[in-house]
C-alpha cells in the first residue's frame, strides 16, 4: 500500500487500469480511510504493544509451556473442528440445495443461528446441555464420554460456532451448479460418487477451502462460547484468548498482547495457505 | 439463473437417510441449545419470561443494542458497497493486500477485537491523554462500545458483494456508461438491483452480529448498568445474578429477534426470485 | 453521550459510580437505595447511584483504563493497590477509613452436598482421593486467590513451615479440581447447577446465597479448622472525583457503609459486619473461625508476586512433574 503513495501523482495509470467507470476514487477512497481507521490502527496498536522488553520478551510470553498448550489446543481444535464442518457442512448445504422437504426454508434460515446468538448464550446453553445433569450429557455419562470440561468441550463449542461459515460458503456454488454436468456424467455412466467425486468436487473446492478458513479463523479465537464448557484447566482445557485474559488480569499488557500477536500470526498464516491453495486449484482449473 | 438447481422431491431412500442426517445433526448443534434457552426462558412460566422485558434496565440495554446496530450496520453496509465497487469493478496494484486486510477481523479473537481500543483510546493508550484533554470518552462509553462492534461486524457485508460482484464483471455498468449514464445512476439502476440479496444477507448478517456480539463489547463497556450495558452483556449480569428466567428470556429475545429476520430474509429472497422469474416470462 | 451540555448538568441529580466486584451486586443494589434516601435527607440533593459489575480485577484495570468510577468496591486491597500505583488513588488509601478500609469482611469456607456424603470437614479432606473440589482460577478471580491462601496457610501451618512440602499440599487440592471457572459465580453455577463436585471453596457470602437461591436441604456450609480474613476493599478514586467533583458525595458513600444500617444489611447480604453492636446480633450467622490475614503472607504484593504471578507458586502447580 505504501508503494502506492508516489505513483499517484506521477502517473495515475501506473498502479490501476484504466477504465471508463466512474466512482472509483471515491469509493476507494472511502475503503481505504475505513480500512485504515478501523481495521489498520488497531492492529498497528496491537502489534506495537508486546516489545517493551525487546523480542527476548515476546518470546519469553509466547513459550511457557501454559501458553503453548493454550495455543495448540486453541488451533488443533479449531481445526479439528473446522475439517469435520466442512463435511457435515457440505452434507447440509446439499441437502438444502437439492431435496424439497417440509419446513426447508426455516431450516435454511436456522443454520445462521450460531452466528447470531451471543457468544457467551451459546456457552451456557451448551455447557447446561452437556453437563453430566444436561439433556446429551446424562446420555453420554454412562457410556463414560465427558464432553462438558474436557478439551472435547471445546471441539463442539467450535462446531456449533463454525457451521455457518461451510454451509454459506458452499450454498451458492452449489446452488449455480449447473445440474447439466451431473446428468451428462450419469448418462456417461458415472455412478453417482463417481459424478460427486469428479464432477461436483472440483467445483465446490474452492467454496470448501474458504469456508474451512472462514470456521477456522472463527474457532482459533472464540471465547465467550467456550470458557463455559471448556473447564479451563491450565494445559490441559485451556484455550489462547483465555491465556490473554488472565494476563490482562495480572496488569501484562505486553504479555497478552503478545499472544494477541502470535494468534493473529498463525491466523494470517493459515489464511495464506488457504489462499494459496484457492490459486493453485484456480490455475489448475484453468488448464 | 440458467443452470440454478431447483430442489427435488425425495423420491427413494438414499436421498431421505442424506436429509434425514442433516436435520439430526442441524437438530444436535442448533437446536438442542436453541431448545435449552427457550425452555429455561419459559421454566416459570410467560408471565415470568415477560416481567423480564419490563425491567429498566434491561429495556436501556435494548435501546443501547438497538443503537448501536442502527449505526454499525449502515456504515460496514456502505463500506461494503465501497469496498466491492473498487475492488470487483476495476483493476489495481495491491489488491490481494486490501483483500487480506479486510478479512482479517474474521481472525481476530474477539477478546482482542476489544483490547485493541483499548490501546488505542484508554486512558494511557495512544491518544487516551490527548482525549481525556478534550473531555471526549470513547472506551466504557458507547462510542466504544460502536468501534468493538464494527472491528467485529466490518467484514460481513464486503464479504458477501466482493465475490459476487467480481464474477458479474463491469460489463453491464460499462454499457450503461457508454450508453450516457452517469455513475451514480449506474450504480443505482444497474449495480444495486444485481447484488441486492447479497446485500440483504450481508446485511442481516451484520445486524445479527452486532446485535449479538458479546467478547469485543464486554472488554469495551465499563458494564454500568441502565448505561453502557447492551444485551449480551445484561444476559450475562442477570445469570451471575442467580435470575436464570430472566437470563435466557432476554437471550431468547436475541435469539427470536435472529429467526426473525433470517426467517424474514428467506422468504423476502424467495418473493423476489418470483418476481424476477415473472419479469423475465413476460 | 459524548459531552452532556454543562447547563444541564446542574439540573440533572449529582451522580456516583461504584465499580465492584461480582458478589456484591445485591448488598449494593439495597446499600445504594439507603444511601440515596439518607443524602437527600440530610442535603436535599438528589442522587444517582450507577452501578458497574465484573471481576475484581478488570475492574481495577478499567479504571486504569480510563472507566470514571468515583469509587471503587473491591474483592481484595491488591487490585487497589494497582490503581493506586498508577496514580489515581492515593498510596495511603488504606489508612483512610477505618478497618484498612475494608467495612466488611468474609471469610473461605467450603460448600458440599446435603448430608456431606464424602465427609469433607477441613482441607486434609480435600486432597482425598476420589474428591472433586470446585474453585475458581486465582489468575482470574480474586476470592480463588483468598481461597488460594487460606489453603497455602494451613499447609504451611500443618507442615511446621516447609514451603515445599506446603505447596505439595496446595498442589494436591488443585489436582481434584476439576473445573477451573474465571470467576466465584462461574463456580458457583458448576457446583450448584451443573452439579459437578463434592466440595465448593469460595467467599463464605457466596455460599450462603447459594444456599438462599436454591432453597433450604441441598447444600451444607463446612467451617474448616482454620481459613483467612478476607477483606473487601473501599476507596475513592482520587484523580476522578477531583476532575468530577464529586469528592464530598464519594466520601460520604464509603463512609456511610460503616453506618449502622449499612452493617446491618452487608450482615443481610452474608458479609460480616465490623461494628460491634450489628457483629453481636449475627453472631449465630457468623460463627468465630480462626482466621490467618493477609500479613501472615507479607501483605498482598509479595503474596500476588509470589503466588500468583508468572511462574508463581501456582503455575508450578501445574507445572508437569
Known amino acids: ?73 486453541s488451533f488443533v481444535a479449531a481445526t479439528m473442528a473446522a475439517l469435520v464442518n466442512v463435511v457435515l457442512g457440505l452434507l447440509i448445504a446439499w441437502v ?49 464420554v465427558k464432553v462438558a470440561y474436557t478439551p472435547l468441550g471445546v471441539f463442539v463449542a467450535l ?73 479451563n484447566m491450565p494445559g490441559v482445557s485451556e484455550i489462547a484468548p483465555l491465556v490473554i485474559v488472565t494476563r490482562l488480569e495480572q496488569y501484562d499488557y505486553a504479555g497478552a498482547a503478545s499472544v494477541g500477536v502470535a494468534m493473529l500470526a498463525l491466523s494470517l498464516i493459515a489464511l495464506l495457505i488457504t489462499n494459496a491453495a484457492q490459486v493453485a486449484l484456480a490455475r489448475r482449473g484453468g488448464r | 439463473m440458467i443452470g440454478t438447481v431447483a430442489p427435488r422431491r425425495i423420491e427413494s431412500a438414499g436421498p431421505a437417510v442424506l436429509v434425514l442426517a442433516a436435520l439430526a445433526w442441524l437438530a444436535l448443534l442448533i437446536g438442542a441449545p436453541m431448545a435449552t434457552v427457550f425452555t429455561q426462558a419459559l421454566s416459570k412460566g410467560l408471565g415470568a419470561f415477560l416481567d423480564a422485558f419490563k425491567e429498566p434496565d434491561g429495556l436501556a440495554a435494548i435501546r443501547l443494542t438497538l443503537l448501536v446496530a442502527v449505526i454499525a450496520v449502515p456504515l460496514n453496509a456502505a463500506f461494503g458497497l465501497a469496498a466491492a465497487w473498487s475492488i470487483a469493478k476495476f483493476n489495481f496494484r495491491g489488491k490481494a493486500v486490501l483483500l487480506t486486510l479486510i478479512d482479517l ?28 484533554a478534550g473531555g471526549i470518552k470513547i472506551i466504557f462509553a458507547v462510542p466504544g462500545i460502536l468501534l468493538g462492534t464494527i472491528l467485529v461486524t466490518v467484514p460481513l457485508v464486503a464479504r458477501e458483494l466482493i465475490p459476487l460482484m467480481a464474477e458479474q464483471g ?90 426473525v429476520t433470517l426467517v424474514a430474509k428467506t422468504a423476502l429472497e424467495r418473493a423476489g426470485r418470483v418476481a424476477a422469474a415473472k419479469g423475465s416470462a413476460l | 453521550m459524548l459531552a452532556l451540555p454543562r447547563a444541564s448538568l446542574a439540573a440533572a441529580p449529582a451522580t456516583l ?62 487490585d487497589v493497590d494497582a490503581i493506586a ?65 487460606a489453603a497455602l496457610g494451613y499447609a504451611t501451618k500443618r507442615n511446621g ?49 447459594a444456599i438462599d437461591e436454591v432453597g433450604p436441604g441441598k447444600l451444607e456450609i463446612v467451617r474448616p479448622s482454620m481459613s483467612i480474613l478476607a477483606e473487601p476493599s473501599v476507596a475513592v478514586v482520587d484523580k476522578v472525583v477531583d476532575k468530577r467533583g464529586s469528592r464530598k458525595l464519594a466520601e460520604a458513600y464509603l463512609r456511610f457503609l460503616y453506618t449502622e444500617g449499612a452493617q446491618e444489611l452487608a450482615a443481610k447480604r452474608h458479609f460480616r459486619p465490623r461494628g460491634q453492636a450489628v457483629a453481636a446480633r449475627y453472631a449465630a450467622k457468623f460463627p468465630r473461625m480462626n482466621l490467618i490475614t493477609i500479613a501472615a503472607f507479607g501483605g498482598w504484593q509479595k503474596a500476588q508476586a509470589r503466588n500468583f504471578a508468572d511462574g508463581g507458586t501456582f503455575d508450578k502447580i501445574y507445572q508437569p512433574g
Not at chain 1, 426447508?104 to 448464550?121: E, G, H, S
Not at chain 2, 454499457?175 to 450504480?187: D, N, V
Not at chain 3, 471469610?107 to 473440589?133: C, S
Not at chain 3, 496446595?170 to 466440595?199: C, E, H, M, W
Open chain 1, 1 to 73: 500500500m505504501v508503494a502506492l503513495a508516489p505513483s499517484i501523482g506521477a502517473r495515475p495509470a501506473a498502479w490501476r487500469e484504466p477504465s471508463p467507470l466512474p466512482g472509483f476514487h471515491l469509493a476507494f477512497g472511502f475503503t481505504l480511510t475505513y480500512v485504515g481507521v478501523i481495521i489498520l490502527l488497531p492492529l498497528a496498536a496491537l502489534v506495537a504493544r508486546p516489545w517493551e522488553h525487546g523480542l527476548d520478551g515476546f518470546v519469553a510470553a509466547i513459550v511457557q509451556p501454559r501458553t503453548l498448550a493454550a495455543l495448540r489446543l
Open chain 1, 96 to 144: 438444502l440445495c437439492r431435496y424439497e422437504f417440509p419446513g426447508r426454508r426455516v431450516v435454511d434460515a436456522l443454520v445462521d443461528l450460531p452466528f447470531a446468538l451471543p457468544t457467551a448464550v451459546a456457552g451456557i446453553a451448551l455447557a447446561s446441555l452437556y453437563g453430566p445433569n444436561g439433556w446429551i450429557g446424562s446420555l453420554l455419562e454412562p457410556l463414560g
Open chain 1, 159 to 231: 462446531l456449533a460456532v463454525g457451521l455457518p461459515f461451510v454451509v454459506r460458503a458452499v450454498q451458492p456454488v452449489l446452488q449455480d451448479l449447473d445440474a447439466g454436468y451431473e446428468e451428462a456424467a450419469k448418462t456417461l455412466g458415472a455412478t453417482a460418487p463417481q459424478s460427486l467425486w469428479r464432477v461436483v468436487m472440483p467445483a465446490l473446492a474452492p467454496a470448501l477451502i474458504t469456508g474451512f478458513a472462514l470456521a477456522f479463523a472463527r474457532g482459533a479465537g472464540e471465547y465467550g462460547s467456550v470458557i463455559f464448557i471448556a473447564g
Open chain 2, 105 to 132: 477481523p474474521l481472525s481476530l479473537s474477539p477478546v482482542v477485537s476489544g483490547l485493541v481500543w483499548v490501546l488505542l483510546f484508554g486512558a494511557r493508550g495512544w491518544f487516551g491523554p490527548m482525549l481525556d
Open chain 2, 170 to 259: 463491469a460489463d453491464e455498468e460499462l454499457a450503461a456508461t457508454t450508453l450516457g449514464s452517469g455513475g451514480w445512476t449506474t450504480f443505482r439502476r444497474v449495480t444495486l438491483p444485481n447484488v441486492r440479496w447479497a446485500l440483504l444477507h450481508g446485511v442481516l448478517l451484520s445486524n445479527a452480529r452486532a446485535m449479538g456480539e458479546f467478547g469485543a463489547v464486554s472488554v469495551l463497556s465499563g458494564h454500568i448498568r441502565g448505561l453502557t450495558e447492551t444485551l449480551p452483556l445484561h444476559v450475562e449480569a442477570l445469570y451471575n445474578d442467580y435470575d436464570f428466567v430472566g437470563a435466557f428470556a432476554s437471550a431468547s429475545l436475541l435469539a427470536g429477534l435472529a429467526i
Open chain 3, 17 to 78: 459510580l461504584n465499580a465492584s466486584y461480582d458478589p456484591t451486586r445485591e448488598f449494593y443494589k439495597d446499600f445504594n437505595g439507603l444511601f440515596v434516601a439518607d443524602w437527600q435527607r440530610k442535603t436535599g440533593q438528589p442522587v444517582r447511584i450507577n452501578q458497574s459489575h465484573d471481576g475484581s480485577g478488570k475492574q481495577a484495570r478499567a479504571v486504569v483504563d480510563g472507566l470514571e468510577a468515583d469509587v471503587v468496591t473491591l474483592a481484595l486491597a491488591y
Open chain 3, 85 to 149: 500505583a498508577k496514580g489515581l488513588i492515593a498510596k495511603n488509601w488504606q489508612s483512610r477509613l477505618a478497618y484498612n478500609s475494608a467495612p466488611y469482611t468474609s471469610t473461605i469456607v467450603f460448600v458440599v452436598r446435603k448430608g456431606n456424603p464424602k465427609a469433607i470437614h477441613d482441607w486434609i479432606d480435600l486432597v482425598k482421593a476420589g474428591v472433586k473440589v470446585i474453585t475458581p482460577n486465582p489468575k482470574t478471580s480474586g476470592g480463588a486467590r483468598w481461597a488460594y491462601l
Open chain 3, 161 to 209: 513451615g516447609d514451603a515445599t512440602r506446603a505447596l505439595g499440599f496446595v498442589r494436591g487440592i488443585y489436582k481434584n479440581v476439576p473445573v477451573l471457572d474465571t470467576g466465584a459465580r462461574g463456580s458457583t453455577t458448576t457446583f450448584v447447577q451443573r452439579g459437578i463436585g463434592d466440595v465448593l471453596v469460595g467467599w463464605e457470602n457466596e455460599a450462603m446465597l
